[in-house]
């Protein structure tokens, strides 16, 4: 298949009462990090050598949008990561664009929102930005 290409996988997200994946329109950059915290394992008698193993990991996903209003799915994004107190939702990556259904997701987790930022710049769109960190372990994780 070769190389891919970001612009063909898009965040679709499944509102904390919904039963239907909405994709969120306008999007930008979206990435999701994964790491694993460090655990010391060095001693005075390990060689002189830091040693570490990998403890409990963690994850989070960042997206940038040009909210293109009116919007099903923004709307409910917007709703979720603004709701108090906070609620975990669903969001997939799904490759295909705006015509990709589920078989099409490459990942899927359940999130909480911890950033929700707006951008109101001189001569520009306006943008948003949010922050989703991991509310378990990915369901879906394989790019393909």
């Given amino acids: 298949m070769g190389i891919k290409l970001g612009n063909d996988y898009l965040l679709w997200i499944k509102p904390a009462t919904g039963q239907t994946f909405l994709v969120v329109m306008g999007q930008g ?7 694993a915290a460090t655990i ?12 570490k193993a990998a403890g409990l990991r963690d994850g989070s996903a960042t997206l940038k949008i040009n909210p293109e209003l009116p919007d099903a799915g923004y709307t409910a994004l917007e709703s979720d990561a603004k709701s108090t107190p906070p609620v975990p939702f669903v969001v997939q990556v799904r490759k295909g664009g705006l015509e990709a259904d589920t078989t099409d ?17 001189k001569n520009n769109v306006v943008t948003v930005d949010t922050t989703l960190v991991f509310a378990g372990a990915p369901t879906i994780d394989t790019l393909a």
């Fill in 29 to 35: 950059d979206l990435s999701i990090k994964r790491t």
């Fill in 105 to 121: 997701a490459v990942f899927e987790c359940e999130v909480y929102a911890t950033d929700f930022n707006d951008d109101y710049g």
């Fill in 40 to 51: 010391d394992t060095g001693s005075k008698t390990s060689g002189g050598f830091a040693t």
